[in-house]
Nanobody, 121 residues
Framework: QVQLVESGGGLVQTGESLGLSCTAS????????MGWDRQRPGKQRESVAR???????KYADSVKGRFAVSRDNAEHIVVLQMTSLKPEDTATYFC???????????????WGQGTPVTVSS
C-alpha cells in the first residue's frame, strides 16, 4: 500500500508564488520518476513537471521559467515551486510518483488526491 500526501495548495493573486509538496510512504522498494500533473477547469489532465531519480527534469512549455521541481530521494518527497503565477495556472494539482513496491514486482504510477490552486486575476 502506497500513500501520497499533498500539501500547499491555496488561493493567490497573479504574480505571486506558491509551493506544493508531496510525500510518498508505504511499502516502497524503489521510486523512479516523480512530478506533478494538473487539471484545469474544463481541460484534460496534463503533465506539468517530471524529475527522474538522477535529477533529469522536463517541464510543460507553459510553465518553463516559472515552476521548479525538486525531490528528496531519501524522504520520497517531490516539491513544486511555482512563481509568477497566472490565472491560467488555476487547476487541481496532482502529485505523481512511479514506484515499485516491496510486495509487487511491477513499476506502477500513482497519483495523489489532488490539491487545488487558484490564481485570481
Amino acid at each position: 500500500q502506497v500513500q501520497l500526501v499533498e500539501s500547499g495548495g491555496g488561493l493567490v493573486q497573479t504574480g505571486e508564488s506558491l509551493g506544493l509538496s508531496c510525500t510518498a510512504s508505504g511499502d516502497i522498494a524503489n521510486v523512479y520518476d516523480m512530478g506533478w500533473d494538473r487539471q484545469r477547469p474544463g481541460k484534460q489532465r496534463e503533465s506539468v513537471a517530471r524529475i527522474s531519480r538522477d535529477g533529469d527534469i522536463k517541464y510543460a512549455d507553459s510553465v518553463k521559467g516559472r515552476f521548479a521541481v525538486s525531490r528528496d530521494n531519501a524522504e520520497h518527497i517531490v516539491v513544486l515551486q511555482m512563481t509568477s503565477l497566472k490565472p491560467e495556472d488555476t487547476a487541481t494539482y496532482f502529485c505523481y510518483v512511479q514506484i515499485r513496491m516491496t510486495v509487487d514486482p511491477r513499476t506502477i504510477g500513482y497519483w495523489g488526491q489532488g490539491t487545488p490552486v487558484t490564481v485570481s486575476s
